[in-house]
């Protein structure tokens, strides 16, 4: 019996120590029932319910813990307290409140995120279809959708299901598409001066790319002023650069058009997440907003690379005539 209490006590100090603390898994009423949830309906090891141990349900199929569900439940029952009174709602453990919807914690950004996953595959089997294999840069627009695949992917995974790991994964898989923006841009810009030198970038990247994913990874807790300020600059960089470099090409490669369009608005609907509102019928926020938005410009990027693929690949007929030509004269 001690060893019983003693290893919930354990277990009831881990989930109430303040980690990202915030108004709502500080108050009292809230401590209290997330206690008396977790010593009523928990066993020792904070992950098995006492009771329903057979029975089947979507919170089980995503694995959430005991005194995961306690916390859900006593969250719902502040926020109940707060809007009888006619309070404003509060945050607990730095988020908002979400409602699950079929076991997924945010289905919202869940279901925004699977769609831009789906999109970028749609605009990668476009891209196949339509661009020859032999056009300068079909490989890099390639690596360009296979990185954004895999980011939007466990960004589906963290939204459905918030862990230590698949936070990681998400924030890893969202620097990279950062990263990889601005790798396209550079290796676009850099094109003229050989494989070697587009060999040497892509090293630096992946090197660079691999020591801040060791960062976050091996810190106690993710920077994320640190990590924000990061993404930040190198998103500065890339648009900078790349609306600099359209401007300059703008008469003799007209379909830059596409790629300032989505650079701008991809710029502008990033100021979503400066919005720190509660979520709209507790399920819309504004970070799935974000997510839904940038759904509606992944394919002005791609029908940017498929022209510029074509474009390339002209010039390089071209030039591959003048030296025939040269040579014969």
């Known amino acids: 019996m001690y060893v019983e209490f003693l290893s919930k006590y354990i277990l009831l100090f881990q989930v109430l120590k303040i980690?990202?603390?915030s108004l709502g898994d500080q108050l009292e009423s809230y401590r209290v029932c997330l206690y008396d949830c977790v010593n009523k309906d928990c066993d020792t090891d904070g992950y098995s319910n006492l009771k329903n141990e057979d029975y089947f349900s979507l919170s089980s199929f995503f694995k959430w813990p005991c005194f995961g569900e306690c916390k859900y439940i006593c969250m719902w029952d502040t926020v109940n307290e707060f809007e009888n009174a006619g309070m404003s709602i509060p945050q607990f453990y730095g988020k908002w409140p979400f409602v699950r919807y079929l076991g997924l914690q945010e289905p919202a950004s869940t279901v925004f995120s699977l769609i831009n996953l789906i999109l970028h595959l749609k605009w990668l089997r476009k891209f196949r279809t339509k661009v020859p294999n032999d056009c300068p840069l079909y490989g890099l627009w390639h690596i360009f959708a296979i990185v954004c695949v895999h980011a939007w992917f466990w960004s589906v995974v963290f939204h459905a299901r918030d862990t230590?790991?698949?936070?990681?994964?998400?924030?890893?898989?969202?620097?990279?598409i950062v990263l990889v923006h601005c790798y396209v841009m550079v290796i676009r810009l850099t094109l003229k001066f050989g494989r070697f030198c587009c060999m040497l970038i892509s090293l630096l990247f992946l090197m660079f790319y691999i020591k801040h994913a060791l960062y976050l990874y091996w810190a106690s807790r993710i920077d994320y002023k640190y990590n924000m300020s990061l993404n930040l600059s190198i998103a500065i960089f890339t648009i900078t650069t790349w609306l600099i470099w359209a401007y300059w090409n703008r008469s003799n490669q007209p379909y830059v058009t596409n790629c300032v369009i989505y650079v701008i608005l991809t710029s502008l609907v990033a100021l979503l997440e400066i919005i720190d509102r509660p979520?709209?019928?507790?399920?819309?926020?504004?970070?799935s907003i974000w997510h839904f938005s940038t759904t509606f410009l992944i394919g002005t990027f791609y029908?940017?690379?498929?022209?510029d693929c074509y474009y390339l690949r002209q010039k390089k007929i071209e030039e591959t005539q003048f030296q025939i030509i040269k040579k014969l004269l």
Do not use: N, R, W
């Open 19 to 21: 980690v990202d603390a």
């Open 164 to 176: 230590s790991l698949t936070e990681f994964m998400d924030y890893a898989g969202a620097f990279s």
């Open 279 to 287: 979520p709209l019928f507790y399920i819309f926020d504004s970070h």
């Open 303 to 307: 029908k940017f690379a498929m022209s």
